[in-house]
């Protein structure tokens, strides 16, 4: 399992650096110049270089909002903790998957963008692994269920915040869960907390 920076300002500076560093090799070969009518005249290396930008100032943000977690642990509720986590992390999707969609019509954008994001670590790892760092030392500290597997609930968690955005992008908000009680859905159906026995009912 990965382990969180002691800094999350170092880590999210260096997270800047690989969005960077994946541009260029996004770049390497030139891009496609090729204009798609449903992208309105814009080609999909001006879209990739957007969702680029975006994702330069957005990634680092949402990374620190998860390596900030592991200062949580063993204090106040494991789900209370989570919560905000969740809405930020539907915010993050819901901003980077509306730019991100016309970058990904051209096929070898697209591969690119793989290589990319293996050479430069920026895969969904560098999101699981700070979550379920902090789930594992709740479980340590048995404030979450025994049966818990701290890297699964880590997927999971992130998964719900990406449909919740997805659903939304294609719906339009107001016609789902608001963006907070998707949240609270999200943390609470996971029932990570250690539920304690209620005391038998005196007769």
């Known amino acids: 399992m990965a382990t969180a920076y002691s800094d999350p300002h170092k880590r999210a500076q260096e ?24 992208m309105r005249g814009t080609t999909p290396a001006q879209a990739i270089e957007m969702f680029l930008a975006l994702l ?38 819901a901003e980077v998957q509306a730019v991100a969609m016309p970058a990904f019509i051209s096929p070898s954008i697209t591969v690119r963008y793989r290589e990319a994001l293996r050479a430069t ?4 790892a560098s999101e699981i692994g700070p979550l379920a760092e902090y789930l594992a030392l709740e479980l340590r500290l048995g404030r979450v269920s025994p049966d818990v597997t701290p890297e699964a609930s880590a997927r999971l968690l992130l998964a719900g915040c990406f449909r919740h955005a997805y659903y939304e992008m294609f719906i339009g908000p107001g016609m789902g869960l608001s963006r907070d009680d998707g949240a609270r859905e999200i943390v609470r159906e996971l029932r990570l907390e250690v539920v304690t026995p209620r005391a038998p009912a005196l007769s």
């Open 121 to 124: 670590k920026l895969g969904p």
């Open 56 to 93: 330069q100032d957005r990634l680092p943000v949402w990374l620190r909002t998860l390596d900030h977690l592991v200062y949580s642990a063993g204090k106040g509720r494991v789900n209370d903790n989570l919560l905000p986590v969740a809405r930020a992390g539907i915010d993050y999707y």
């Open 15 to 38: 997270t800047r650096r690989r969005v960077l560093e994946m541009a260029d090799l996004i770049r390497h070969d030139g891009g496609d110049a090729a204009v798609y009518p449903q």
